[in-house]
Nanobody, 126 residues
Framework: QVQLTESGGGSAQTGDSLTLSCAAS????????MAWFRQGPGKEREFVAV????????DYADSVKGRFAVSRDNDENTASLQMNYLKPEDAAMYYC???????????????????WGQGTQVTVSS
């Protein structure tokens, strides 16, 4: 089992920045793709960003591209999501997710992630 714990959510105003962190514990971090998803009230969980094990391959939802940056520290078993120029539509519960080790996945599909954190809430006021 891999336990994921998110932190860093909170309240922000339009244009502000927030950094979300995800700490992994339990089984090895090796070989796991990490991703961030979000879910607003009454909405389905949607893909935000993904980073492969190497850290060299990332992908973003169009809605956050150019504003958000995902990173990871494999030595510290952590992943982060730097969110800049926040908009009210970014308000949601943000979830960190991890795959099984070395799994071949569709990185944008939440069904391909075996482990999830409890989420951290982000609110953005205009």
């Amino acid at each position: 089992q891999v336990q994921l714990t998110e932190s860093g959510g909170g309240s922000a105003q339009t244009g502000d920045s927030l950094t979300l962190s995800c700490a992994a514990s339990g089984r090895t971090f090796d070989g796991r793709t990490m991703a961030w998803f979000r879910q607003g009230p009454g909405k389905e969980r949607e893909f935000v960003a993904v980073i492969r094990w190497s850290g060299c391959s990332t992908d973003y939802a169009d809605s956050v591209k150019g504003r958000f940056a995902v990173s990871r520290d494999n030595d510290e078993n952590t992943a982060s999501l730097q969110m800049n120029y926040l908009k009210p539509e970014d308000a949601a519960m943000y979830y960190c997710a991890a795959t099984s080790a070395w799994a071949e996945i569709d990185p944008r599909s939440p069904r391909d992630y075996a482990y999830w954190g409890q989420g951290t809430q982000v609110t953005v006021s205009s």
